[in-house]
């Protein structure tokens, strides 16, 4: 099982720009296909993107596709997830997590799952 910790969530003003980032350690990071969900208060846990092993790979939820930009650096065990041009409506706790399979959109797919990092976007 690998550990995740992510980091980099805050406030910011709708339009305005974050950069998440999710550092591992355990099991060989490369060996781990890479997620990010998000929960807002009251809702359920929904996927937000995903990457395959080398970093070749990625995918998007509707809603992000073109304003979000996953990445990863497997030389520094690190995940990243750059988000542009941000809405209230990404406001939410975003989570990485770790699958030893391939990159999915569903949460039962992966194996580890870091605590979150608070993402607030104000109007």
């Known amino acids: 099982q690998v550990q995740l910790v992510e980091s980099g969530g805050g406030l910011v003003q709708a339009g305005g720009s974050l950069r998440l980032s999710c550092a591992a350690s355990?099991?060989?990071?490369?060996?781990?296909?890479m997620g990010w969900f998000r929960q807002a208060p009251g809702k359920e846990r929904e996927f937000v993107s995903a990457?395959?092993?080398?970093?070749?790979?990625?995918y998007y939820e509707d809603s992000v596709q073109g304003r979000f930009t996953i990445s990863r650096d497997n030389t520094k065990n690190a995940l990243y997830l750059q988000m542009n041009s941000l809405k209230p409506e990404d406001t939410a706790v975003y989570y990485c997590?770790?699958?030893?399979?391939?990159?999915?959109?569903?949460?039962?797919?992966?194996?580890?799952w870091g605590q979150g990092t608070q993402v607030t976007v104000s109007v």
């Open positions: 990457i395959s092993r080398s970093g070749g790979s990625a």
């Open positions: 997590a770790a699958s030893s399979n391939y990159a999915s959109n569903y949460a039962y797919e992966y194996n580890s």
């Open positions: 355990g099991r060989t990071f490369s060996g781990y296909a």
